[in-house]
Every structure is written in structure tokens, then in C-alpha cells.
T-cell receptor, first 113, second 114 residues
Framework: AQSVTQPDIHITVSEGASLELRCNYSYGATPYLFWYVQSPGQGLQLLLKYFSGDTLVQGIKGFEAEFKRSQSSFNLRKPSVHWSDAAEYFCAVANNAGNMLTFGGGTRLMVKP | DVKVTQSSRYLVKRTGEKVFLECVQDMDHENMFWYRQDPGLGLRLIYFSYDVKMKEKGDIPEGYSVSREKKERFSLILESASTNQTSMYLC?????????????FGPGTRLTVL
């Protein structure tokens, strides 16, 4: 069965600083990978997804993620964080059929002024 | 835009009560899901449905049941609410596509059982 680990429960960065959120997955075949963001009081919004092809994926709100098969990782990055990026971020991997997701425990991002 | 709505944002119930959480999607999606979200545990799948009247258990179905009588509506039922079911409940929907399906989420219902 697939699994996802987000090693950092909380991260604090200063506004304008760069950001990297870590995600490690366990899956036998080529994974389908997702990053979602949950702003306070909101549901989850899709930031980006990787299915195949280019290992660097661009998403909304200036986020990108890089798939590294050798490291079983799919880390999320942003070059310059804005205060509005404060939220909880979830990494997820799809099952073989592609119709169900397994989520990591989430990383809560706080942004210092 | 896909819209997934949930009947309540906040709900307070007493132990032993029967609780209904409703979810409606407006994009004619085949698949619908119920998750619960707890701090540090991420989202855990309770049940999902891939068609009307069809359902499958997820990772944590105990204490829950579901109903899908119409394609757009998926209900989560707590037959006898307990305090350990205090949580955030999220509904999602998706449609089969190339690769893996993208799930679209509702705003969530924060349920407190006293």
C-alpha cells in the first residue's frame, strides 16, 4: 500500500524568504502525486499535480514541485513567500487505479512579517 | 468551476445522537468521498462512492455509514455519535480522467460531540 510522509509538522519562514516543504512517498510504480493547500477555515485547494513527463511541475500561486524518483520525494517550493501563503499543506499519492488518494499528515506554514 | 458544498460549517451534537452530514457537488462527478481530518494525521478516508447506491469502505469506516441516492449528493451518517468522532469532516468529488483523478473538496464541517 502507498504511504506519504511529510517530515515537518510546522515550518516558520519570513515573508520574502524561499520555502521548501518536504514530501516522501512509498509506492511501487510510477506515482501520481499531488500538493493541496488548506487556508484557515477552508477546504483543500489543488496547487499542482504530477502524472508523468517533466519532473518539475508548475502550479498556482507561484508554487512548483520537483519529482525525484531516486529519493522518493516530491518537494514543494516557492522562491518568495507571501503572508497569504500561511496555511496547511498536504502532499498526496494516488492508488494504482488513480481514483483514491493517500495523504500525508500535513505541514503547517507560518509566515513572519 | 467545480463546486462542492457541505450542509453545515459547524455542528454540535450530543453523545448518542444520530448525525447526518450532507455533501452536494454540481459537476456530475461519478466519485464522491468522505474524509475526516485530525491534527497530525492528515486526511483519512472514511467511505467513497463510485456510483449511485454504490459505496466502498475506506481506511476508517467504523462508526459511520453513507448513502448515495442521487449522483450529486453523498451523505455521511453517524448512527450514534461518540466524543471520539469530534473532528473536521471533508467531502470531495472527482471524475475519471487521464492519469489520476483530481479531487475537489468542500469547505468542511467541524463536528463537536459533547
Amino acid at each position: 500500500a502507498q504511504s506519504v510522509t511529510q517530515p515537518d509538522i510546522h515550518i516558520t519562514v519570513s515573508e520574502g524568504a524561499s520555502l521548501e516543504l518536504r514530501c516522501n512517498y512509498s509506492y511501487g510504480a510510477t506515482p501520481y502525486l499531488f500538493w493541496y493547500v488548506q487556508s484557515p477555515g477552508q477546504g483543500l485547494q489543488l496547487l499542482l499535480k504530477y502524472f508523468s513527463g517533466d519532473t518539475l511541475v508548475q502550479g498556482i500561486k507561484g508554487f512548483e514541485a520537483e519529482f525525484k524518483r531516486s529519493q522518493s520525494s516530491f518537494n514543494l517550493r516557492k522562491p518568495s513567500v507571501h503572508w497569504s501563503d500561511a496555511a496547511e499543506y498536504f502532499c498526496a499519492v494516488a492508488n494504482n487505479a488513480g481514483n483514491m488518494l493517500t495523504f500525508g499528515g500535513g505541514t503547517r506554514l507560518m509566515v513572519k512579517p | 468551476d467545480v463546486k462542492v458544498t457541505q450542509s453545515s460549517r459547524y455542528l454540535v451534537k450530543r453523545t448518542g445522537e444520530k448525525v447526518f452530514l450532507e455533501c452536494v457537488q454540481d459537476m456530475d462527478h461519478e466519485n464522491m468521498f468522505w474524509y475526516r481530518q485530525d491534527p497530525g494525521l492528515g486526511l483519512r478516508l472514511i467511505y467513497f462512492s463510485y456510483d449511485v447506491k454504490m459505496k466502498e469502505k475506506g481506511d476508517i469506516p467504523e462508526g459511520y455509514s453513507v448513502s448515495r441516492e442521487k449522483k450529486e449528493r453523498f451523505s455521511l451518517i453517524l448512527e450514534s455519535a461518540s466524543t471520539n468522532q469530534t473532528s473536521m469532516y471533508l467531502c470531495a468529488s472527482s471524475s475519471p480522467g487521464a492519469g489520476a483523478d483530481t479531487q475537489y473538496f468542500g469547505p468542511g464541517t467541524r463536528l463537536t460531540v459533547l
